[in-house]
Structures are given as structure tokens and as C-alpha cells.
């Protein structure tokens, strides 16, 4: 049997090993938009998407880099309470993060019109048509309670296409399985500023700078 002395070393050596590769473990960085600020405009004004991705989604970013680095620190010291305690820490500033990555893609200042190819024989499938799918999509999204996400998502299972809504930042696969395609973010800091409490105003005019090709491209690596 390995003596006290021995023990205590194997064990400040796995704990050191992985806060090290903890801190060689590339940190999550905002992503740059593919976009200038005011490209969306007047869909979506400057100052709103300056705000939106320089603070809002810098701030999940730094809050999740921070929550990972606490659980590898709690994972090494086999703190099974503090590892627990930090999950919702990682799935709200972790899905903030994977929400607004793909929510900046879905938008584009040459986006709208509607979906073809294979993206729009899936919506045709599954909703009837595309007016179908946009007003299911829009009431859906605009009924959310509070903060939260309307989302189109591919089911594996069912080879369809889906709509759900997720509660605050929570993420579309992690939650429900289906593989996000296009978000809409309907926290109040997506659009106060500009369209006030009219939250069915924004998700409307948000139609006409979708990036269908982005989502076209989402769907088919989905189906991949």
C-alpha cells in the first residue's frame, strides 16, 4: 500500500496537472461579427448591436471562461459540491455564448426573401409553406415569457424540422436534441432600444435581414 506521504504527492501532482492544463486550455473569445455595426440598419440599429455583442455577449464569454476555470479547479480537488453548484453558472454564460455566435450569422444586410433548395423543401415538409413557418415561427418567438430564444432546429430522429423556444439562454440541442438552424433572441436587450416594448414589431421586421444562406448551411452540416 502507498504510504500517507505518497498518497498526498500523487495527489498534489494530479491536482497541479490539471489546473496546468487548465490554464493551457485556449480560453473562448468573442467572435467577430461578419458585419460593421450599423449593416443591419434600420432593421437593427448600430447602437444596439454595438451593445449587444461589445458587452452583452463579451460578458458571457468572460463569465464562462471564468466558470470553467472554477470547475476544473473544483474537478481536480474532487469538490463534487462545488462542481455541481457551478452548473448553472456554465449552461447560462455557456449558452449565451453559443446562442449569439449563431444568432450573428443568421443575419445578414443582403439577407430576407425566402429560403430555396433543400431549406425550403424541409420547411415546405414540415409547416405546409413558408408563410406557414414564418407565422408559427413569429407567434412562437413573441410569446415567450420574459427573456428567452425562438428557434428553427433539425431533429435527427424525425429527418424534420422543428420549432421550439428556449428560456433565457438556455441552448436549443442541450435542452430539447434538435440541432439549432436560426435563432431569434428576444431578450429585451436585442431590441428595446429601438423597437420598445414592441417585441412582435421587432421579430416581424427581423425577416428581412435573415441570412438563408447561413441557415442553408446549417441544415445541411446538420444533416451531415
Known amino acids: 500500500m502507498l504510504s500517507n506521504v505518497v498518497r498526498q504527492s500523487l495527489i498534489r501532482s494530479s491536482r497541479t496537472t490539471a489546473l496546468l492544463i487548465t490554464q493551457a486550455r485556449a480560453k473562448h473569445e468573442l467572435p ?3 458585419y460593421a455595426y450599423n449593416a443591419l440598419e434600420p432593421t437593427i440599429s448600430g447602437e444596439i448591436m454595438e451593445l449587444h455583442h461589445s458587452r452583452h455577449h463579451q460578458t458571457y464569454v468572460n463569465n464562462l471562461n471564468a466558470a470553467e476555470e472554477k ?3 473544483a474537478v481536480s480537488n474532487n469538490n463534487i459540491s462545488g462542481v455541481i453548484a457551478l452548473q448553472g453558472a456554465l449552461r447560462f454564460n455557456g449558452g449565451g455564448h453559443i446562442n449569439h455566435s449563431i444568432f450573428w450569422n443568421n443575419l445578414s444586410k443582403d439577407g430576407g426573401g425566402i429560403p430555396s433548395g433543400e431549406l425550403a423543401d424541409a420547411i415546405a415538409t414540415s409547416f405546409g409553406s413558408f408563410d ?6 413569429s407567434a412562437a418567438t413573441i410569446a415567450i415569457q420574459g427573456s428567452g430564444w425562438g428557434w428553427l432546429g433539425y431533429c435527427k430522429e424525425t429527418n424534420s424540422l422543428k420549432i421550439a423556444t428556449c428560456a433565457n439562454q438556455d441552448p436549443l440541442q442541450a435542452t430539447t436534441g434538435y440541432v439549432p438552424l436560426l435563432g431569434i433572441d428576444v431578450w429585451e436587450h436585442a431590441y428595446y432600444l429601438q423597437y420598445k416594448n414592441a417585441r412582435n414589431n421587432y421579430v416581424n421586421a ?10 442553408s448551411n446549417n441544415y445541411r452540416n446538420a444533416k451531415a
Not at 132 to 137: G, T, V
Not at 206 to 215: A, E, K, L
Open 132 to 137: 406557414n413557418f414564418k407565422a408559427k415561427f
Open 32 to 34: 467577430p461579427l461578419p
Open 71 to 73: 470547475l476544473a479547479e
Open 206 to 215: 427581423i425577416f428581412d435581414i435573415i441570412n438563408w444562406n447561413d441557415v
